[in-house]
């Protein structure tokens, strides 16, 4: 129990003190136990108070201190600064919300908002003499990356972070480097060739002397936290065993692969897929050329595999489109009197993708719109396909295509081997199938687990740019974590109590990021949490049968005493001066404001009504009443009077 | 004590980064709610221990409100799961001491749900006022 | 912050999600970062915004941590209301010269608390709320604003002295002139976000002509928590609508655009698709299918765009939930009559190949994404050079997103061109790793 507390209540200009007997409480939490010292402030953030409670902690020496003002999530930080300044653990600071959750939200009774903060405070010292000194946790972390797949989000990544002075192990599992990019032709927007930007890439890796690439390499096993996993690879009959401070996964997509007879595929030559068409482009030099014949027409199928509402893939892959639209772009420029067929359900060209679309249509590709319900059907005879497609963009008249070629454009399905790279990393798997990020905007490249992050395709389907910006998103936040060589974490950790534990497992079982493990310990088994991986939510701590983990800050003693604290009875007087001065927010005249709103105000006085009816009243559009009196509502002069008899307007009075 | 002047104590237990944050804006907007409402901010929701909340219903506490965050929660998916069956857990322990258990709600109140979170309040303080205070009512039941 | 205020590894220019990701994981890595922001607040687009897809979570939840992580971080300082005049290159450095404009109000003194609002008697439109309501001559930008601090529309302000009077640690100070400051950098991110297209420049749809013909960011207000009315209700005359339509495409995807507004010909028409439209008005109608349980919401489309993670199923979504989907271009908005204030749409129906007509007491046009450039021309001794679509040029589109004409210039979020909020966030980080590269190896 702390013994040299000290109070500071701070007015906040009135803010507080118009509406909350600050004078008063400061009397009376001088006379509580424990504490050293208790002031009134005028402001308790300003420069020279936050000096004042610097100087009282050096000289009277404070073991802890207590402020009484606005919401924590303002100035939490300020103060413990304030507490490191004079030499006291921030943690020994406890912040108390007498402004946003009492002095405001109680303007209306001073009295019950004395007696309020009176218990907060209160609250306050009760747990603040709990509170206990913690150190942030400093874990020395490797200076060394693993990257998992070396195509182009791998192979980007490994460059940054190199450049950003980490070792970088990149690990491919294939013979060469460089993706499913490595095998295309011409790439959307920028026309270069696949080829030539993976060896672009390669060659900058090869500048690198700090990236170190292992080909046909199989990822093993890994252990470890984050500043120091462990990762074994074999390579060929050779195992490594690697230790990194971090882990980015960058595995990337397959194509989905049609099931045989899906729109005739496998079972005519002419049915082929996008990137199987898109080799044969590439490799045709002046006439577009199949196992031999010539090919004039070719019909595209979009969204195969993709955006099946009742399949087992209901995501869109986001790319097929434009890859499609190119490839079609791309044979319309190096073949002569080519005829191209859309068979489309929405064309998703989104952003400066579409001038592509609008390319295709000036050379006068035609798009035929079909939907789920009614798919084109791909008949065969004698292994020439017809295609029947109702078009929904001409009164659903049913088309019949003879073409020479079908092409269906398929899009991303995860790895195969995706499981298995998720079980050994422990990275979720969403429901479309793809690796998991915590949270799209707030986390988009970390997982659950601290250290280990995702790029590229692998996290649901990407074009190149985008999966290039994820990969390097993820370098970033690599790079910010392993910048110092030590990692430090907040000390708001779970801990558990030897004594009582007696190892149910339930709060691993809860535990979202795996921090929670068994450990021997006085010949039984105990609970351990790791404390580099520990969040700190706290989730594990009532699951415990024997009350055995608790969390720092949080704990029995500090939460209960704070709900004796705001429930104990306070001598409290009514205020002395009185309280004239609390006009100024409350009651306002409308001398100065439009004369609109004086209008409006005779309006309603004595009224309850809805705006047309005011605008008629007052003879006055209506449009130019509600922004008036919505502006009247807001400033607290009128307010709803619920709804009309129709329930289609409003009404409003005069607040009094 | 008459139900007109009984003021119904809640403690609400709040999050420091979604709830908390909408419970300021009801304060910062002048939105009143009753003066016995209480607040203590926890990392997540699904951290609060039934030992808490009978302690305090044992203080004097007539009802207990879990703003959550449902599924804006940041360190689990489970969230509104976990927080589910510390509210089942503690309506056990409820029964036995004779406390009834509507005096326990939860809802999902989000960084601006200020609106929200004064409604809440009214409607709980409306029906914990019909209980009447937990003292009569843990005495009535001996 | 004990930095040198002068010297600086990177400036951000703007402070919306995706300026604030790139300072935030510049001043991660220990580099010096000075955020500029022309208005009084950080937060860009995103913090007026309701909820967001395709989780459908709070947009405030999301974006007040990062922008008061951004406010308080030790590397980072911020300037707000603040013009960059001029970058100049020399010798790797990029000298800058910038002027913060006043706000009337001592940063370090005011304390956020209205007061002077309360007692202001002079209303101005509310910017922060699309106009559709209005505020006080002083007030807080808004209610999650960062910093917190109260700033004169001097334009409006009668000096009539009343906010002096109510503030207690007197922060008001009417004889503040703008200051002009020069500092030195390593390198520039460019996150100036974009323009949304003004709808006034198709004059077809009545935009400004009939008040009940509303924008998206104006819906995204009516729909936030932190909305400018009560309840979601016409802007026209407050009655609550129940057949509400959305008009994709408008200013996107369209060349047809005569006449334009405020801009040359040019930079209305827009030939490429926005990215975002489709789906904010998705989000929208699931919205208000919330709030409003027994209006109908029609969506007027071209193509639906649902093409990121988790998009196509938050599509579906909304066609569960009884969200009507009708693929025609609107070739007409008019006013069935003044006093009913409800609007006759004119479209194509594609599917039947015929002209319709259609009734509805709400229209929401689905505005895009237009560049927001204004910042290239700061550039002194050196060229940022933009694209066919006028948004920052990115020189190496597949390898490296974020470099631009200049060397040891990035470019992160929306500037570049249209993006969502995953989408900016991404880009933001890899514009970080980039420079944070660059630097290392100046
Ligand atoms: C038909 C088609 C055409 C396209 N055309 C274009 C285009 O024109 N322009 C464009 O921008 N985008 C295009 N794309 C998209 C582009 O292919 C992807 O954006 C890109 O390949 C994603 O890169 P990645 O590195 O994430 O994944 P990948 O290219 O899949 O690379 C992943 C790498 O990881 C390796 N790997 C996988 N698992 C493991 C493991 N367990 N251990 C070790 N290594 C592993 C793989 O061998 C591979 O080398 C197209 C896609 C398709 C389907
Ligand atoms: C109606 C609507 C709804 C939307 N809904 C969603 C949604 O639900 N989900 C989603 O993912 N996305 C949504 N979006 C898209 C989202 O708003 C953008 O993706 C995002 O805001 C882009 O962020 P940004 O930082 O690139 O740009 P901005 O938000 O535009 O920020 C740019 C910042 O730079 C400042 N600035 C500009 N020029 C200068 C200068 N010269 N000097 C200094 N500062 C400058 C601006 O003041 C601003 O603060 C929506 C957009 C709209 C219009
Ligand atoms: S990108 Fe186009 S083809 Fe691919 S799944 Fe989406 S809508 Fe279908
Ligand atoms: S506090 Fe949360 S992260 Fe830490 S051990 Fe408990 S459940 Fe896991
Ligand atoms: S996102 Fe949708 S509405 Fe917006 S321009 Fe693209 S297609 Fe049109």
Redesign the interface.
């Known amino acids: 129990m702390k013994q040299r507390i000290g109070v500071y209540i701070c007015h906040c200009g009135g803010n507080i003190s118009d509406y909350v007997d600050v004078e008063q409480l400061g009397k009376l939490m001088a006379k509580e136990n424990g504490v050293l010292i208790s002031k009134n402030v005028m402001f308790a953030c300003s420069d020279s108070t936050q000096k004042e409670i610097e100087q009282d902690i050096e000289e009277n020496k404070l073991d802890s201190i207590v402020v009484a003002s606005c919401s924590p999530k303002l100035h939490t930080h300020t103060f413990r600064n304030v507490a490191i300044r004079a030499g006291l653990n921030p943690y020994n600071y406890t912040q108390v919300n007498i402004r946003e959750q009492c002095s405001w939200a109680h303007s209306d009774k001073p009295m019950d908002a004395t007696i309020k903060a009176y218990g907060l405070i209160r609250a306050g010292i009760n747990r603040v003499s709990y509170s206990e000194v913690l150190e942030s946790l400093e874990i020395s972390a490797q200076k060394v990356v693993a990257i998992i797949g070396a195509g182009v989000a791998g192979m980007r990544a490994a460059v940054d972070l190199a450049r950003m002075d980490n070792q970088v192990y990149l690990i491919e599992k294939g013979n060469t480097v460089g993706g499913h990019v490595a095998q295309a032709g011409r790439l959307f927007p920028t026309n270069e060739n696949g080829k030539e930007v993976v060896d672009r890439l390669y060659q900058r890796i090869r500048q690198q002397s700090n990236i170190t690439l292992f080909t046909n390499a199989t990822l093993e096993k890994v252990s470890g936290s984050i500043g120091n996993f462990w990762i074994e690879v074999k390579l060929g009959s050779e195992e490594l065993k690697l230790n990194v401070g971090s882990v980015l996964v960058t595995t990337g997509f397959d194509f989905y692969d049609p099931k045989e007879g899906e729109f005739g595929y496998r079972l005519s030559d002419r049915v082929i897929t996008l990137p199987d068409f898109n080799k044969m482009v590439e490799n045709s030099k002046g006439k577009l050329i199949h196992n031999g014949k010539s090919v004039k027409s070719v019909a595209y199928i979009y969204c195969v595999g993709n955006r099946q509402s009742k399949g087992e893939n209901r995501y869109c892959s986001r790319q097929c489109c434009t890859a499609a639209i190119h490839s079609s772009l791309h044979v319309h420029e190096k073949f002569e009197d080519m005829t191209a067929y859309h068979l489309f359900r929405d064309i998703r060209t989104y952003g400066k993708q579409e001038l592509l679309y609008q390319q295709s249509s000036k050379n006068g590709d035609i798009y035929i719109r079909f939907e789920e319900k009614e798919p084109p059907v791909v008949e065969l005879k004698n292994g020439n396909p017809t295609i029947k497609v109702k078009d929904y963009l001409t009164t659903k008249r049913e088309l019949t295509l003879d073409t020479d070629l079908v092409v269906l454009v398929t899009g991303m399905v995860p790895r195969t081997d995706s499981n298995s790279v998720s079980s050994k990393l422990k990275i979720p798997i969403g429901i479309d199938r793809f690796f998991n990020e915590i949270h799209p905007k707030l986390k988009p490249v970390e997982t659950v687990i601290k250290g280990v992050y995702i790029g590229g395709a692998c996290q649901g389907p990407k074009n190149i740019n985008e999966s290039v910006q994820s990969a390097l998103s993820g370098a970033a936040k690599i790079n910010a974590t392993l910048k110092s060589g030590n990692i430090n974490l907040e000390p708001i950790i779970a801990r558990v109590n030897a004594d009582s534990c007696l190892w149910c497992g339930k709060c691993a079982e809860v535990c979202e990021y795996d921090a929670i493990s068994s450990i021997a310990n006085g010949g039984k088994l105990i609970a351990e949490v790791n404390k580099a991986t520990c969040k700190g939510c706290g989730i594990c701590a009532p699951t415990c049968p024997s009350n055995a983990i608790e969390l720092a800050q949080f704990t029995d003693n500090e939460i209960e005493s704070m709900i004796d604290g705001l429930m104990s009875k306070a001598e409290i007087s009514p205020r002395v001066e009185s309280q004239q001065n609390n006009q100024k927010a409350g009651v306002q005249s409308l001398a100065g404001y439009p004369k609109i709103w004086r209008t409006i105000a005779n309006a309603l006085e004595g009224n309850t009504l809805t705006i047309p009816q005011i605008a008629e009243k007052i003879d006055q559009e209506a449009s130019l009443v509600t922004w008036h009196l919505m502006t009247m509502n807001r400033y607290g002069f009128v307010e709803s009077a619920g709804l009309n008899d129709n329930e289609d307007y409003f009404m409003y009075k005069l607040k009094k | 004590m008459s139900t007109e002047t009984f003021s119904p104590?809640i403690?609400v237990f709040s999050t420091?980064?979604?709830s908390?944050?909408g419970?300021?804006?009801?304060?910062?907007?002048?939105?009143?709610?009753s003066?016995?409402v209480?607040?203590?901010?926890?990392?997540?929701s699904?951290?609060?221990?039934?030992?808490?909340i009978m302690?305090?219903f044992k203080?004097?506490?007539d009802g207990v409100f879990i703003a959550a965050d449902g599924?804006?929660c940041?360190?689990?998916?489970?969230?509104a799961e976990?927080t589910n069956?510390?509210i089942v857990?503690s309506q056990k322990m409820m029964k036995e001491n004779n406390i009834n258990p509507k005096r326990i709600r939860m809802a999902a109140l989000?960084?601006?749900?200020?609106?929200p979170f004064v409604s809440h309040m009214g409607n709980f303080s409306k029906i914990l006022s019909e209980l009447g205070s937990l003292e009569t009512e843990v005495y009535k039941a001996q | 912050m004990s930095i040198d205020k002068t010297k600086y590894d990177a400036l951000v220019v703007g402070g919306g999600i995706a300026g604030q990701e790139a300072a935030l994981s510049l001043a991660d890595m220990d580099y010096k970062v000075l955020l500029v922001e022309k208005d009084l607040s950080i937060g860009g687009k995103m913090i007026h915004l309701s909820k967001v897809f395709p989780t459908l979570d709070c947009a405030a939840c999301i974006t007040t941590p990062k922008m008061s992580e951004t406010a308080r971080h030790p590397n980072i300082n911020l300037l707000l209301n603040t013009n960059i005049l001029e970058i100049e290159k020399d010798n790797g450095i990029f000298s800058i010269a910038l002027t913060i404009r006043p706000k009337y109000v001592k940063e370090d003194l005011c304390t956020g608390c209205q007061l002077c609002e309360w007692v202001c008697p002079v209303i101005v439109d509310d910017g922060f709320n699309n106009n559709m309501v209005g505020r006080k001559a002083i007030s807080i930008a808004f209610n999650l604003a960062n910093p917190k601090v109260a700033a004169i529309d001097m334009n409006h302000c009668i000096k009539c002295k009343k906010c002096e009077i109510a503030c207690v640690p007197k922060a008001i100070d009417y004889s503040m002139q703008p200051q002009n400051i020069s500092i030195e950098t390593k390198t520039v991110i460019i996150s100036t976000g974009f323009n949304l297209f003004k709808p006034e420049n198709k004059p077809q749809y009545g935009y400004g002509k009939y008040p009940n013909v509303i924008d998206a960011m104006q819906m995204d207000r009516l729909i936030a928590p932190t909305r400018p009315y009560n309840s979601v209700v016409r802007p026209g005359d407050g009655k609550i609508p129940d057949k509400i339509a959305y008009v994709l495409c408008t200013g996107s995807r369209d060349t047809s655009i005569e006449n334009a507004i405020g801009c040359s010909v040019d930079c209305a028409n827009n030939p490429i698709c926005s990215q975002i439209c489709c789906m904010y008005s998705i989000k929208q109608a699931q919205l208000l299918m919330g709030a409003l349980p027994l209006a109908d919401i029609t969506i007027y489309y071209m193509d639906i765009r649902a093409f990121g993670k988790g998009y196509e199923e938050f599509y579906q979504q909304a066609k569960g939930m009884g969200v009507s989907f009708i693929k025609g271009k609107i070739a007409k908005i008019t006013q069935k009559d003044h006093n009913s204030g409800d609007l006759i749409l004119r479209y194509e129906d594609v599917t039947t190949g015929t002209l319709k007509e259609a009734k509805h007491d709400l229209v929401v046009l689905s505005v895009g994404v237009l560049p927001n450039n204004e910042i290239a021309k700061v550039f002194t001794n050196q060229k940022l050079e933009l694209d066919d679509q006028r948004f920052i040029k990115q020189v190496d589109e597949l390898l490296s997103p974020s470099l631009t004409s200049i060397e040891g210039v990035f470019v992160a979020g929306t500037a570049a061109g249209p993006k969502d909020i995953p989408d900016s966030i991404l880009s933001a980080g890899s514009a970080a790793s980039e420079a944070a590269s660059y630097i290392n190896n100046i």
Do not use: M
């Open positions: 104590k403690l420091d980064k979604i908390d944050p419970i300021d804006q009801a304060g910062l907007r002048k939105l009143h709610y003066p016995s209480y607040v203590i901010s926890l990392p997540c699904s951290g609060i221990k039934p030992r808490w302690r305090a203080q004097g506490f599924h804006e940041s360190y689990s998916p489970k969230c976990h069956t510390i857990e989000c960084s601006v749900c200020a609106e």
